[in-house]
């Protein structure tokens, strides 16, 4: 009877323990569909990109392995439509996947502001159904700091912050492009079932496996941006939430009903992840500190049963809209910070 006892407390501890080692993940996990889309890694391929269709095609190409979306459970990569809704000088830029034929759900938005100065802000925000509320991702400005509006500090790591101001901004390559006299606002043409010639859909990766690859980039994300808690473009609700953002029933139903877990259930293909950047980023340097966990998130997992393989191409042509831009002077608000530590 005692051996018994023994037994069963034993076997209670080790599954504990196990229930506890599934509760672990690392401070950069949300527990939603928009962790298989990095943003950060979204703003630092927008910073570098020259047009927004180059930007759209980047975004959609395997190799890049920052897009891992698969909102409509058919075991595919969702294509991510890129397009500009044009405020006065504020540039909505919204990342848009197409589900099926009638539903589609926003993944973000890029809100660009142009200021009389010549100063412009930007920030992406996630949309609230895949990150949650106030996700937004921003350049680390090099500014005083608004004791009321702070940013996120929950990704401590120790790492080399690399400042900018709104002046450095305006001279990305992006800016310049969609603040030219001659800028014709780009809106994707693509929609479900017609495609780009180069779209070839692959199967998503386990999320750990994507986290894995990401991970020894993060030194970098966190020191060229931050995740703040405010929207700076003061129209947002009003312009794009309330008059643009189009979300779907499905995804929240999909959320609901758990089925995103599943893309957790291999936390062992976190080393494969690891391993495949160092194969692909030869000499780059790796984030060697411990992973910070926040055991807070603790949802179950299912194990699906996928196997990596590509599909057909699905061919179209390229289309652009025609709309011109319009402009319209604003003062910066923050351009007095700024000059207190310039």
Do not use: C
Not at 105 to 127: A, E, H
Not at 311 to 333: L, M
Request: aromatic share 14%.
């Amino acid at each position: 009877m005692k051996k018994l006892i023994i037994t069963s407390v034993l076997a209670a501890l080790v599954s504990l323990g196990t229930t506890v080692m599934a509760q672990e993940y690392p401070d950069e996990y949300l527990g939603l569909p928009g962790d298989n889309l990095n943003l950060y890694a979204v703003m630092q391929l927008f910073q570098g990109s020259e047009t927004l269709e180059g930007f759209e095609k980047k975004l959609n190409d395997e190799n890049s392995r920052i897009n891992n979306l698969d909102l409509n459970g058919d075991n595919l990569i969702d294509y991510i439509t890129v397009s500009d809704y044009v405020d006065g000088d504020v540039h909505n830029i919204v990342l848009r996947a197409m589900l099926n034929g009638n539903e589609s759900q926003d993944v973000g938005v890029f809100t660009v502001q142009k200021f009389n100065d010549g100063s412009v802000q930007i920030q992406l925000v996630g949309d609230e159904d895949l990150y949650g509320k106030n996700y937004i991702i921003e350049p680390i400005y090099d500014e005083t700091p608004n004791p009321g509006y702070t940013g996120n500090p929950s990704n401590v790591v120790n790492v080399t912050v690399i400042r900018t101001t709104p002046f450095e901004i305006s001279g990305w390559p992006m800016i310049r492009f969609i603040y030219r006299p001659n800028y014709v606002i780009w809106r994707s043409s693509w929609h479900w079932g017609y495609y780009p010639s180069y779209w070839n859909p692959w199967r998503p990766y386990y999320w750990d496996y994507y986290y894995g690859y990401h991970y020894n980039l993060y030194n970098n994300y966190y020191g060229h941006y931050r995740h703040w808690n405010h929207y700076r473009y003061t129209r947002y609700n009003d312009f794009y939430y309330r008059g643009i953002r189009t979300h779907s029933p499905e995804v929240r139903t999909r959320i609901s009903d758990g089925h995103y877990k599943s893309t957790y259930s291999h936390p062992e293909q976190r080393k494969e992840g690891e391993a495949l950047y160092t194969r692909t980023n030869p000499g780059q340097p790796r984030r060697t500190e411990s992973t910070p966990v926040d055991s807070r998130k603790n949802q179950p997992v299912v194990q699906p049963n996928q196997e990596r393989t590509t599909s057909p191409s699905r061919s179209g042509t390229t289309r652009q809209t025609s709309t011109p831009a319009k402009e319209r002077s604003v003062t910066n608000p923050y351009r007095k910070e700024i000059q207190m530590v310039l």
